[in-house]
């Protein structure tokens, strides 16, 4: 297991609004007017890479993962989702949970890619507290008390 990282970004904050909180992992929502619902899933311990996990918690992240996935399907009705998960800047285990619009700014490309307009107008509006209170539906209550992570 590797210690916390000083100068790492996911190890120093929450990584945006914390939305739940698990022992394992926690749930941001990330704040982008042109991607409503962006969220990230980050180990809370410092690791590197999925393969650095045991097979159980491998399953548990993705478990959440996939959660975030639905409840944003659920909640907002994307033309599409995009999983990511590069962590080339930040090298700590995270997964990106990017819901997609054909009129969004870059799409088809990756949201990081080249934009393909710039007058995006995406009608939809994520409500943190459904979002919230779906995620603790689906993943149980938050754990308060492991939240070492969220400053
Ligand atoms: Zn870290």
Redesign the pocket.
């Known amino acids: 297991m590797s210690e916390?990282?000083n100068t790492?970004e996911?190890?120093t904050t929450a990584g945006g609004e914390p939305v739940w909180q698990g022992s394992l992992c926690r749930v941001v929502l990330i704040e982008e007017a042109d991607y409503p619902g962006y969220c990230r899933v980050v180990l809370n311990r410092?690791e590197r890479e999925m393969s650095d996990l045991p097979g159980e918690e491998q399953q548990e992240m993705m478990r959440v993962v996939f959660t975030v996935e639905a409840v944003l399907r659920r909640l907002i009705d994307p033309d599409k989702i995009n999983l990511a998960s590069l962590g080339n800047i930040t090298p700590?285990v995270h997964w990106h949970v990017i819901p997609r619009w054909t009129k969004d700014r870059c799409f088809p490309n990756p949201i990081w890619g080249l934009a393909q307009r710039s007058d995006t107008s995406i009608a939809a509006m994520i409500d943190v507290q459904k979002l919230k209170q779906a995620l603790a539906e689906q993943l149980g209550e938050p754990n308060v008390t492991s939240d070492r992570s969220i400053p």
């Open positions: 916390a990282n790492c996911l190890c410092h700590h």
